[in-house]
């Protein structure tokens, strides 16, 4: 029921953020509150007042029924570069107009400075149109509390997604993954875990995941090669013997693939079967 009443609240906070004639938010906070609530992407639109391109944009493109149609699949935020140059900063935003889909927390999924075409618009509102329903639990946790184990947990969530995805996103996705990894790498160093080294290993171990869901399991198989099994964590034993046993059978080699067979689980080998049937 909280949960409830707080989603119904930043809607309707975010309702007089709105510019009127397109229905673009202006608040970065509130928009990444509503795509977390909501679970969209957002749409950000970095602009400034003075720039021809950027009212093109609105006269062509943004301001067309069918492209609002595709919008509503988002969370649309229009950040002036002149009112918000610290947040221009953090994104490298040197030149306008600057597109970028990002997740519910401002990480980046896609980006491009340029004028676009209205079709070009719609192409890329399409590509994007993704419900993040299957990441909600994971990316409100770390919004409400950045730490080592929800930023991993998110991390590990993202790979879990792109099984879902077709291959033209999942590049995109895994490099979020990476984000979220490499921000937990970070906290890691400074957390008083008992277990970093453990948690260090399984971080390279989804790396070698992540050339699996980008369909590579030759570069896959080489990556564990480097790994030296008895200087293995025992927390790590069972996604060591699953990608094993993936990287063999995405290769079609049976026979390698069923001496690992044994030591997996059932949810290792449902897992599996995801990535055989994805691939």
């Keep these: 029921m909280k949960r409830y009443f707080l989603i119904v609240f930043i809607v309707f906070i975010s309702g007089f953020q709105l510019v009127k004639a397109e229905n673009w938010l202006t608040s970065f906070d509130e928009a990444k509150k509503l795509a977390v609530a909501t679970n969209k992407l957002l749409l950000v639109d970095f602009w400034a007042s003075w720039c021809g391109p950027c009212k093109r944009m609105d006269r062509e493109s943004w301001s067309k029924e069918d492209v609002k149609l595709l919008m509503a699949n988002y969370v649309p935020v229009k950040i002036d570069i002149d009112s918000q140059k610290s947040l221009a900063h953090k994104y490298g935003v040197r030149g306008i107009p600057y597109i970028f889909i990002m997740d519910g927390n401002g990480k980046v999924i896609y980006q491009q400075m340029s004028y676009k075409r209205k079709d070009q618009v719609m192409d890329l509102l399409h590509k994007y149109a993704l419900n993040t329903k299957f990441l ?55 957390s008083d875990l008992k277990s970093k080294e453990a948690f260090e290993q399984k971080i390279s171990l989804y790396e070698i995941q992540e050339q699996l869901i980008l369909e590579n ?13 008895n200087e293995l964590d025992s927390m790590n034993q069972n996604m060591y013997g699953f990608l094993h046993y993936t990287v063999y059978k995405l290769l079609n080699d049976d026979t390698n693939a069923s001496l690992w067979q044994d030591k997996l689980t059932k949810s290792d080998m449902e897992k599996a079967s995801l990535f055989l049937q994805a691939s």
């Design 136 to 190: 909600s639990q994971d990316l409100i946790n770390y919004f409400k509390n950045k730490n080592f184990a929800t930023t991993f947990r998110l991390a590990v969530k993202y790979q879990d997604y792109c099984l879902y995805l077709t291959k033209d996103l999942k590049r995109d996705f895994t490099h979020v993954s990476e984000t979220y990894f490499d921000e937990a790498l970070d906290m890691l160093k400074t």
């Design 217 to 229: 399991p030759g570069k896959a198989l080489k990556m564990l090669a480097k790994i030296n099994d």
